[in-house]
């Protein structure tokens, strides 16, 4: 099966704060992708890759960045925490068109 | 206007009732339809997947997609107190730019009651 694990389940952190998410994928996917989920506004994309280095912007993507150095890890920076981005991410891999693996993912709280 | 707009619910149900879940879509250029599983404080989980138009089943499960309409279904029989989650649909072209993208529907959260 493939797996998708993110680094962190919970996560408190301060406001201002540089915040690092990790995702690993272990099925040699090409394409990731970085996901919030919050009430009332399902998923929406933040950024996703479709190769090593390559990064696109997905709806939502002011405040984040990203990094991909390896094919199997994709890596979510927030890079100066705000409250309104307290909130479920997602990191999601994927072969090609059809299917997605999401991780469990990672309940950020920003005070 | 949003590119994919499921029927928001919630929906509650009696233990065995049918269920159907929808949506619908704008984008033509759309050829794989997604069904995804969610359950509290998990990431969602692929259910079933569709390419182009016609009929999907597996068990108690079963996904139909109309191109023509533009419109998805995807309806649970006998359904169990186990199938209680919210469910997304996805959309994909699968070919030209981002390929790889899909785009979800905002969820339907199901409870089945037993």
């Known amino acids: 099966d493939v797996k998708v694990t993110q680094s962190s389940r919970y996560l408190v952190k301060r406001t201002g704060e540089k915040v690092f998410l990790e995702c690993v994928q272990d099925?040699?996917?090409?394409?990731m992708f970085w996901y919030r989920q919050d009430p009332g506004l399902g998923l929406r994309l933040i950024y996703f890759?479709?190769?090593?280095?390559?990064?696109e912007k997905g709806d939502i993507p002011e405040g984040y960045s990203v990094s991909r150095e390896k094919k199997e890890r994709f890596s979510l920076i927030l890079e100066s925490a705000s409250t309104n981005q307290t909130s479920m991410y997602l990191c999601a891999s994927s072969p090609g068109a059809r299917s997605y693996t999401f991780g469990s993912g990672t309940r950020l709280t920003v005070v | 206007q949003k590119e994919v707009e499921q029927d928001p619910g919630p929906l509650s149900v009696p233990e065995g009732a049918i269920v159907s879940l929808n949506c619908t879509y704008s984008n033509s250029a759309f050829q794989y339809f997604m069904w995804y599983r969610q359950y509290s404080r998990k990431g969602p989980e692929l259910l079933m997947y569709?390419?182009?138009?016609g009929n999907k089943e597996d068990g108690r499960f079963t996904a139909q997609v109309d191109k023509s309409s533009k419109y998805i279904s995807l309806f649970i029989r006998d359904s169990q107190p186990s199938d209680s989650a919210t469910y997304l649909c996805a959309m994909s072209a699968g070919i030209g730019t981002n390929a790889g993208k899909s785009t979800f529907g905002d969820g339907t959260t199901l409870t089945v009651k037993p």
């Open positions: 099925m040699d996917h090409e394409n």
């Open positions: 890759s479709y190769d090593v280095k390559m990064k």
């Open positions: 569709t390419y182009s138009s």
